[in-house]
């Protein structure tokens, strides 16, 4: 099985991004442990519990000095509580974030990286030529989806075409898309530098950006390869449609947007589906295992954190979490 071989073992984007996350929650909970005041409230209530009858007697002090302790004390158990409250959440959002670093990190460490070699890709194109995706076979979608991510709720579910009118009616709401919307793109066939032909067949997907809208058609786009060149250059460009197009979920969307991932289904266990495969910039087929909703408590998943657990096809029936934004239909037969 045909992999993109990923760097060598340098920490992926979504590494930094959620260690970036994990360490400003472990620094806000050393700030809450380092917090005098939380010390000396603790040290307070101990000394108004010392002071608390330990019987039904009234003490010699008489009913008003105990009134005027009740209250102390209820205020500072208050405080105490709240406290406790702030350390629990910030314990629980540290170790959500750690638990997706985690996960990313031991899915890329547990590549054989004897089975990813790299993508091969065609030369860059001339400044007057461009390269214009070519039809491929239609496929329906291969599963049924279930219950949705979130209560925006998704567009009806339909079956996976690359027929011009019905790609711009699935994605109607989304177009036209944006500058740097992430994509999964079926590129073209093309030659390398000797002549040799590259082949690429109809599920070879790989992640792009989207550059710019081709004279505001909403079907025209021009998508950047987010891999860089074999020169160093940044990766090549290709002109295309939206039937070569798959348009990711958007985390950082709003909430009411046709983009964000509230408005994507969410594949249930058993479900084909085409995803991107840990530490690399290519789609595969894969089975879902778990899904975000199985994975993660509804009420504390945010859309940039959501995981699926998946087993690629071909792979030694290993498991990986891969980030929900990176899990889309599966376009093949």
Request: hydrophobic fraction near 30%; include cysteine.
């Amino acid at each position: 099985m045909d992999r993109r071989r990923g760097s060598t073992r340098r920490a992926s984007s979504e590494e930094i991004e959620y260690w970036s996350h994990a360490s400003k929650s472990l620094g806000a909970l050393s700030s809450i442990y380092a917090n005098q005041n939380s010390i000396e409230t603790i040290g307070r209530v101990n000394r108004l519990m010392a002071m608390w009858p330990t019987d039904d007697s009234l003490p010699a002090e008489g009913y008003e000095t105990l009134k005027t302790n009740y209250k102390r004390l209820y205020a500072a158990l208050r405080e105490v509580c709240r406290n406790s409250d702030e350390e629990t959440e910030a314990f629980n959002d540290a170790i959500e974030r750690l638990s997706v670093l985690i996960g990313l990190r031991r899915a890329s460490e547990a590549l054989p990286q004897e089975k990813r070699n790299k993508r091969p890709r065609p030369p860059s194109p001339s400044p007057t030529s461009t390269s214009v995706t070519p039809p491929v076979a239609g496929a329906q979608r291969a599963t049924a989806v279930a219950h949705t991510r979130g209560s925006t709720g998704p567009s009806p579910a339909v079956p996976f075409s690359r027929e011009p009118k019905a790609r711009r009616e699935a994605l109607a709401k989304q177009l036209p898309l944006q500058e740097r919307r992430k994509v999964a793109f079926h590129p073209p066939p093309g030659k390398t530098a000797d002549g040799s032909v590259i082949d690429v067949d109809e599920n070879t997907w790989i992640l792009a950006v989207i550059t710019r809208c081709i004279n505001q058609d909403k079907n025209r786009y021009e998508v950047q390869d987010v891999e860089p060149q074999e020169d160093g250059q940044p990766g090549q460009c290709y002109n295309t449609t939206l039937r070569a197009i798959i348009p990711l979920p958007d985390p950082n969307a709003p909430l009411n947007s046709a983009a964000h991932p509230n408005a994507y289904q969410e594949f249930p266990a058993r479900s084909i589906v085409m995803a991107l495969y840990p530490d690399t910039s290519c789609f595969y087929r894969a089975e879902v295992i778990a899904s975000p909703r199985e994975l993660q408590p509804a009420s504390r998943g945010t859309p940039s954190k959501l995981m699926y657990k998946l087993k690629f096809e071909d792979d030694d029936d290993q498991e990986h979490s891969v980030l929900a934004q990176y899990v889309v239909e599966w376009p093949g037969t």
